[in-house]
């Protein structure tokens, strides 16, 4: 069995091919007869806008209205002008194409809202992670400074030294004035000297 010439040249093709048409890159998508091109944003704004809608009691208040006038008519109306006899079908196939399309718009806009609640999750476990740094840096930077307050000397520690050293100076200041005669005492006074008592 020999090749045929088209699968010659495929072959050859299939071997000079270069990084950019291998096969396991994918190609450039193929274009439809139909593009659509729209700005996904605003139709997510649309989607959460007929959502937020869809879930008011206005929105039920006015499908409750629209299908009581609809089956009203279509029952006591005069025949030649009911264009929905009773089973109502064209009621139903409406109601039924309003929830085939409300389904996904709400989907979507759940979709939203589940993607701004994971930003807002990552950036609250952010701020949790930061506080809880600093909390704990807080917390170190407080024992350390039990444990330097621990090593300095107390207020009460302080007035008990300086009254002790007092003491010491009077003492000292009464054993010298004890051995010195009473007229240096009065000579000292005079002068305006100070004297100790």
């Not at 704990?136 to 002790?164: H, I, K, N, P, Q």
Request: with cysteine; proline share 5%; aromatic share 12%.
């Amino acid at each position: 069995m020999r090749p045929t010439k088209a699968r010659r040249d495929r072959d050859r093709f299939l071997v000079s091919r270069t990084d950019a048409q291998r096969l396991d890159v994918p190609l450039y998508p193929r274009r439809s007869l139909i593009q659509f091109e729209y700005d996904p944003e605003f139709f997510g704004r649309f989607s959460e806008n007929f959502a937020r809608f869809l879930g008011t009691a206005r929105f039920i208040a006015y499908m409750t209205c629209f299908v009581v006038v609809w089956i009203l008519w279509n029952v006591f109306a005069p025949g030649n002008l009911r264009f929905d006899p009773f089973p109502f079908i064209f009621l139903t196939l409406m109601l039924s194409l309003q929830a085939s399309y409300a389904a996904p718009l709400i989907l979507l806009a759940q979709n939203r809202q589940e993607a701004r609640d994971r930003i807002q999750y990552d950036h609250d476990r952010d701020v949790a992670d930061r506080t809880r740094a600093d909390m704990e840096f807080l917390a170190r930077e407080v024992a350390s400074l039990r444990m330097s307050v621990g090593e300095v000397a107390t207020r009460d520690f302080l007035r008990s030294e300086l009254r002790s050293l007092l003491n010491e100076l009077d003492e000292r200041d009464t054993e010298r004035d004890s051995g010195r005669p009473d007229n240096l005492r009065a000579g000292a006074h005079k002068t305006g000297a100070p004297v100790r008592d």
